[in-house]
């Protein structure tokens, strides 16, 4: 049977280097946050060349009371996990659990047998104020990555639904989209016909064009013989005329030719 449990560590994040190790122990065992096992001091500066120091802090046990309770409540509901905790009115380190697992920060579940009732009892109340505390943590950081699962599966399930939205409306456009192009290829096609139709009647018109433009030359053409005709006949005519004038003014007969004239020939 496991006889140990693993109790939550601290990280202050930074302590000035006159906050000895018992200045800090003294802090939490004056503000009855638990009994510090111990200290761990890592060396930093700042970008001024400050010296300080983080100190990771391992608990023999915590306290369970409100003020654990709610140093606990506000590291897990910090988005960084960080929360101050102040150890003078104006005065504060800013702290967060340390997660890396520290061999130190076990704890043992099991009362010495040879302790006195009294101790075994005192040990025994210890033990489970610091179990209660840190249960309480644990039941909050529980709490705290329910709610934050629950968040993630609405803005999934949120960004599903806007997802199947969108996809809906990229279908229902494409669909819009095809019917469209089908419309306008439709139209394309109608308007190659019509144009195909009409350089067909186009070529039809040029040829009865041409056609008729020679049959117009034609008929000028016999036109013109006839006007060349009409002239030739004329001036046969006139000859004539003049010829049987000439012939009527010597002959005997010319009244009756001229009776004749007048009658058949004017």
């Not at 890592?42 to 608990?59: A, E, L, M, P, Q």
């Not at 101790?119 to 943590?137: A, P, R, T």
């Not at 000439?246 to 020939?265: E, F, G, Q, R, S």
Request: proline share 2%; net charge negative; aromatic share 10%.
């Amino acid at each position: 049977m496991n006889s140990t449990f693993t109790n939550v560590a601290l990280f202050i994040k930074r302590a000035e280097e006159y906050q000895t190790k018992e200045f800090i122990i003294n802090v939490f065992d004056l503000n009855n946050i638990g009994k510090v096992k111990e200290l761990k001091f890592i060396k930093k500066s700042d970008h001024f060349g400050r010296n300080y120091n983080g100190v990771i802090v391992i608990f023999e046990h915590w306290n369970m009371n409100q003020r654990v309770q709610t140093l606990f409540s506000e590291m897990t509901a910090s988005p960084d996990g960080t929360t101050k905790f102040y150890f003078e009115p104006q005065r504060y380190w800013i702290i967060n659990v340390h997660r890396q697992k520290l061999s130190e920060c076990e704890e043992s579940a099991i009362v010495d047998s040879s302790l006195s009732d009294k101790d075994k009892i005192n040990k025994l109340e210890e033990l489970v104020k610091s179990m209660s505390s840190q249960i309480f943590y644990m039941q909050n950081r529980q709490e705290k990555a329910e709610q934050t699962m629950m968040v993630l599966e609405h803005k999934n399930t949120h960004h599903h639904l806007v997802n199947e939205e969108l996809r809906f409306q990229l279908v229902q456009k494409d669909w819009e989209h095809k019917s469209v192009e089908d419309e306008l290829n439709e139209e394309i096609k109608k308007l190659r016909e019509e144009n195909e139709m009409l350089r067909h009647r186009l070529a039809f018109s040029a040829i009865d064009l041409a056609r008729k433009d020679s049959q117009c030359k034609k008929l000028e053409q016999e036109v013109q013989d006839e006007s060349c005709i009409l002239a030739y006949v004329e001036n046969q005519v006139q000859e004539m005329k003049q010829m049987l004038q000439a012939v009527l003014d010597t002959d005997p007969i010319k009244p009756d030719i001229n009776t004749y004239i007048k009658k058949y020939l004017y």
